[in-house]
């Protein structure tokens, strides 16, 4: 949101609760009942509820998940060799992430090497 709209919006919500303008509302104390798959077009629910039944995943997000795996195994790892080999299959991993995803660069996963090779070779600061 824009700087200073979210103030705007929070004053007037609180304005509107001052006045009792969300008092008795419909359904007001009773369970919400969220529909999972609200935004999907009616052709395709039946598809995602076959598919969430038989436990399947997106590929976007089974490869997540082996990153996050990949990440936790890499922060227990004593071993520099063994280490390299599973950055190496990180790196690919989050590549192979970006590559399915169609969307613009500014959203992609960096890699995680990046970040120790610019305090590696970057400019060394005098003290």
Do not use: H, W
């Not at 990440?71 to 192979?96: C, P, R, S």
């Not at 969307?103 to 305090?119: A, G, I, Q, R």
């Amino acid at each position: 949101m824009i700087p200073g709209f979210e103030k705007i919006v929070e004053e007037r919500i609180l304005i509107a609760q001052r006045k009792g303008d969300f008092d008795n509302l419909e359904g007001a104390g009773k369970p919400l009942n969220l529909d999972e798959l609200a935004g999907v077009p009616e052709e395709l629910k039946l598809s995602y509820k076959i598919l969430k039944n038989a436990d399947c995943l997106p590929p976007e997000i089974e490869i997540k998940k082996e990153i996050y795996k990949t990440e936790d195994l890499l922060a227990g790892m004593d071993d520099t060799a063994e280490k390299y080999k599973v950055m190496k299959k990180l790196n690919f991993l989050i590549m192979k992430l970006n590559s399915i995803r169609k969307s613009s660069v500014d959203f992609e996963m960096p890699e995680k090497y990046l970040s120790n090779l610019v305090e590696r070779f970057g400019p060394k600061s005098n003290k």
